[in-house]
């Protein structure tokens, strides 16, 4: 069955470096997100990726964070200058078109990003 | 906001009993979807249900929808100690942005 894969599953990383994390979506889905939560907490909403640009973002997503699809495969969410606060497991998620309409959206198991 | 909020925020059940969950939001869907997340894992996707539809059922889940009280809810039916985990309501707006509520910890126990 297809899945979306996400690497690293754990990255460390010193406060103020850049980290990137990659997501492989599933082949022919059209629609790409990218979510994190802290440890326990809420599922929040980075942003979200249609036709080769941004859709929607948050308020959580300010000019630290960045995404990319560079080669038609990849969906790269970037953090330019990691924080105490960035800490959590970051999601990827990708959609198939259904009609005029989004399907259900498939999630990758996730990048633990520990800021120390 | 958008979002789902779930209620209540903790169930615990013994097996066998019904669980209910409760999802509410505050503006306009396209589609609202349920989620299932074992600790620490990724999510996985349980029932979409369309703002057109009132019901839908899938196995042991059903899931309604009052689009007039912006209001949803999950019922597992014959719960077993497998259905621990967190279930999170999703909606769906007319543009590009699912979000999830806080979701709901059940405890199933055998």
């Known amino acids: 069955e297809p899945e979306v894969t996400q690497t690293p599953s754990h990255q460390v990383t010193q406060m103020g470096q850049e980290v990137i994390l990659r997501c492989v979506p599933i082949s022919n889905h059209l629609y790409f997100y990218w979510y994190r939560q802290i440890l326990g907490q809420k599922v929040e909403f980075l942003v979200s990726?249609?036709?080769?640009?941004?859709?929607?973002k948050s308020e959580i997503f300010d000019d630290q964070f960045s995404v990319e699809r560079p080669d038609g495969s990849n969906f790269t969410l970037k953090i330019r200058s990691t924080k105490l606060e960035d800490s959590a497991m970051y999601f990827c998620?990708?959609?198939?078109?259904?009609?005029?309409?989004?399907?259900?959206?498939?999630f990758g198991q996730g990048t633990r990003l520990t800021v120390v | 906001s958008q979002q789902g909020e779930e209620d209540p925020q903790a169930l615990s059940i013994q097996e066998g009993e019904n669980a209910t969950m409760n999802c509410s939001y505050k503006t306009s869907i396209n589609n609202l979807q349920w989620y299932r997340q074992n600790s620490g894992r990724g999510l996985v996707h349980l029932i979409l249900i369309r703002s057109n539809e009132r019901e839908k059922h899938s196995g042991r889940l059903r899931v309604t929808l009052d689009t007039s009280k912006k209001s949803s809810s999950l019922l597992i039916t014959a719960s077993r100690a497998a259905d621990t985990a967190s279930y999170f309501c999703?909606?769906?707006?007319?543009?590009?942005?699912?979000?999830f509520g806080a979701g709901t910890r059940l405890t199933v126990k055998p």
């Open positions: 999703a909606t769906d707006g007319w543009s590009n942005d699912m979000r």
């Open positions: 998620a990708s959609r198939a078109r259904e009609g005029t309409g989004r399907a259900e959206a498939f």
């Open positions: 990726f249609y036709n080769n640009e941004i859709s929607e």
